[in-house]
C-alpha cells in the first residue's frame, strides 16, 4: 500500500520562515528559541544547496502605516512600532542564513527576488507562505513535491504553512530541531494530518543519499 506522506527526498523544497533580525534575541520583536536554532537552519541550509535541493526564505514586511498587516498587529504598527519595516535592519536575514540584502520594493509587489540558482526571497502577508504569494507556483516549476518546513515561531506561521501543504497535496516535513517556539502538543497536531518530523541530522542524510521509498 502507498505511503502518499512519505518524503520524496530527490523532489524536496526548503521553506524557510519568517528568520529575520527583528524576531532573534536582540531584535525589536524577539522570539524565544529563534536565535538558538540559527546554527541547525545554516546546516539545513547547507544539506540543500549541496544536494541543489531548491530553497524559498519567506519573510514578513510591516508598512509602517499597517496598511497591510495582520489583525493582530495592526494597531501596535499603526502605534508606531516598527517591527520587520521594509528598509530597515531588522527586516533582513540573518548572515548565517543568506548574506544578500532584500529588495524590499519587488517583494512587496509579490515578485520573487533570486538569490542563487535555485534559492529566492518571497513575502508572505500572514500566516502562511500560501497566503496571496506564489509559493505553489514556484513550487510545482521546480518539480516539488515534498516541502520541508523550518524557521521562526512553530504555532503561528510554521504550522499555517504546513496544514496548507497538507491541503495542497504537498508531502510535508517539519525540521522539528530548526524551529523555534516547539511543543509537543504543537507536534502532535502536525503528525495528525501526515507531516514528517524529522532532525536536520535525518533530513541532511536523505538528502546526501537521495534515497526514495519504493512505491
Known amino acids: 500500500m502507498p505511503d502518499y506522506t512519505e518524503p520524496h527526498?530527490?523532489?524536496?523544497?526548503?521553506?524557510?520562515?519568517?528568520?529575520q533580525r527583528d524576531f532573534l534575541d536582540d531584535g525589536v520583536m524577539p522570539v524565544a528559541g529563534t536565535s538558538g536554532v540559527l546554527p541547525e537552519l545554516a546546516r539545513l541550509?547547507?544539506?540543500?544547496?549541496?544536494?541543489?535541493?531548491?530553497?524559498?526564505?519567506?519573510?514578513?514586511?510591516?508598512?509602517?502605516?499597517?496598511?497591510?498587516v495582520d489583525l493582530l498587529r495592526r494597531a501596535q504598527i499603526e502605534g508606531g512600532?516598527?517591527?520587520a519595516a521594509p528598509g530597515s535592519a531588522g527586516a533582513e536575514l540573518p548572515a548565517e542564513l543568506l548574506d544578500v540584502p532584500l529588495d524590499t520594493e519587488s517583494l512587496l509587489r509579490g515578485e520573487l527576488q533570486q538569490v542563487g540558482a535555485r534559492e529566492i526571497i518571497?513575502?508572505?502577508?500572514?500566516?502562511?507562505?500560501?497566503h496571496r504569494t506564489q509559493l505553489q507556483e514556484w513550487l510545482d516549476e521546480n518539480g516539488c513535491d515534498t516541502v520541508v518546513v523550518a524557521g521562526c515561531n512553530l504555532p503561528n506561521c510554521p504550522r499555517a504553512t504546513l496544514f496548507d501543504a497538507s491541503e495542497r497535496d504537498f508531502r510535508a516535513?517539519?525540521?522539528?530541531?530548526?524551529?523555534?517556539?516547539c511543543t509537543d502538543e504543537r507536534l502532535a497536531?502536525?503528525?495528525?494530518?501526515?507531516v514528517h518530523l524529522s532532525t536536520v541530522v535525518e533530513i541532511a542524510g536523505a538528502l546526501a543519499t537521495r534515497s526514495d521509498p519504493i512505491v
Open 9 to 19: 527526498w530527490r523532489s524536496a523544497a526548503l521553506v524557510i520562515i519568517d528568520v
Open 45 to 68: 541550509v547547507t544539506a540543500f544547496r549541496a544536494a541543489g535541493r531548491p530553497i524559498c526564505h519567506v519573510v514578513r514586511l510591516y508598512e509602517p502605516d499597517g496598511s497591510d
Open 81 to 83: 512600532a516598527r517591527i
Open 122 to 130: 518571497m513575502f508572505k502577508p500572514r500566516w502562511s507562505a500560501f
Open 173 to 181: 516535513v517539519l525540521a522539528s530541531d530548526a524551529v523555534s517556539q
Open 189 to 194: 497536531d502536525l503528525s495528525r494530518i501526515g
